[in-house]
């Protein structure tokens, strides 16, 4: 028999009883009962071994939840307690026995002192995002000289060479004195003075401090560069000086190379020496020369003229002079420029960072600047 079938036989049971006494009822279902008796049980059966499955599988999963509920109440019965408590704990009969002359065993874990190599993957660090550079130079020429900004290439001045005749007191009916002055005119041409460096946008952008470190570190090179460039002319165009160390030190040098200039009616103030050659005349300064030297709040003076470090200026040699007879000229100032389409910059995802300046160094009065060595003999 199918279940439709014994479905359908139910409805013919209900048909069969409608308007029966109760004697007839009782007797038609005890029937249907006993013919149908095994087929029932069956389905009783099948329905019974696919719940037992059901069953199974929840009974693991409540031992398994009961396992862990045993072990959290475990730790927390041990929370706060060292590991001979937990080991001694639940060992009441052997600890018994153990009274009375028998051993037992007790299993801990062995223990040693920790260090880094517990420690899986990377301690904790602080990081600095400042770069530590390099030093930028003491002091750079164009803190020392004027600066003159012109339109075009090339700057020209007239400065005086000489002289014929003079000025003098006329005699009563003479003729006067005449003078007549003589000068030439000096062209300066500007030139470029510039540097590059080129880093990619995903170094940008995973280091931070890049986009502010690369503008600090071109400044600082390209002041050394025009540095070095502006020395050159210095030491081409300065008066070469006639000192000589025999029989004297560096402070005296400086101060014969002052009275010189000062007598000829140009002032002096800087003098511009290696920092080896400025310390040298610290330790070189003598008694006599107490009130010409001084050294007063970090500042060191010969004569009352100020002594500056510079690091372009090679050991042993010197600059005296008054520096507002030399200027700067620049057509184009100093500029800091970024391009992330600079040649193939583009295609490769790179940064081209440009720095430069158009300009040049005009000793506009050699006389008034003396170039000297202190090893001259």
């Keep these: 028999m199918e279940l439709k079938e014994l479905q359908d036989a139910l409805v013919n049971l209900k048909n069969e009883v409608k308007g029966a006494n109760e004697l007839d009822v009782k007797n038609a279902i005890e029937n249907f009962e006993a013919k149908n008796k095994d087929f029932i049980a069956n389905q009783v059966n099948e329905v019974k071994d696919a719940l037992k499955a059901d069953l199974d599988a929840l009974q693991k999963h409540a031992d398994k939840l009961d396992v862990k509920l045993q072990e959290k109440a475990v730790k927390d019965a041990n929370q706060g307690k060292d590991f001979l408590q937990v080991a001694i704990e639940g060992k009441g009969k052997e600890i018994t026995a153990m009274r009375k002359g028998q051993s037992i ?47 075009g290439g090339t700057y020209t001045y007239t400065r005086e060479t000489g002289s014929e005749g003079g000025i003098g007191a006329q005699t009563e009916g003479s003729t006067k004195s005449q003078i007549d002055y003589d000068f030439e005119t000096v062209d300066v041409p500007t030139d470029f003075i510039a540097g590059f460096a080129r880093y990619s946008k ?7 401090y890049i986009a502010s470190a690369i503008p600090t570190l071109l400044r600082r090179d390209y002041f050394k560069a025009e540095n070095s460039a502006f020395n050159a002319i210095l030491e081409a165009d300065a008066t070469a000086s006639t000192e000589v160390i025999t029989g004297a030190n560096k402070p005296q040098m400086l101060m014969n190379e002052i009275a010189k200039l000062e007598d000829a009616d140009y002032d002096t103030n800087g003098i511009v020496v290696r920092p080896s050659d400025y310390m040298d005349m610290l330790k070189a300064a003598k008694d006599d020369l107490e009130s010409a030297v001084t ?7 010969v004569a009352g003229v100020q002594v500056l470090k510079a690091t372009w200026l090679s050991a042993n040699k010197y600059f005296v002079g008054d520096w507002s007879r030399v200027n700067k000229i620049n057509t184009e100032g100093l500029s800091l420029e970024f391009s992330d389409v600079e040649g193939d910059n583009f295609t490769k ?22 170039f000297g060595d202190f090893t001259a003999v």
Excluded at 114 to 128: A, F, W
Excluded at 202 to 208: C, E, P, Q, T, V
């Design 105 to 151: 065993d007790i299993e801990v874990k062995a223990v040693a002192n920790m260090n880094t190599s517990n420690l899986t993957g990377d301690e904790p660090r602080s990081y600095n995002y400042d770069i530590v550079t390099f030093p930028s130079q003491k002091v750079n020429v164009a803190d020392l000289v004027g600066s003159v900004n012109i339109d």
């Design 295 to 301: 050294y007063e709040g970090g500042v060191l003076r």
């Design 349 to 370: 995802n790179n940064i081209t960072a440009r720095i430069e300046s158009q300009t040049a160094l005009a000793v506009e009065q050699p006389l008034a600047l003396v």
């Design 202 to 208: 995903k170094m940008r952008n995973n280091l931070s």
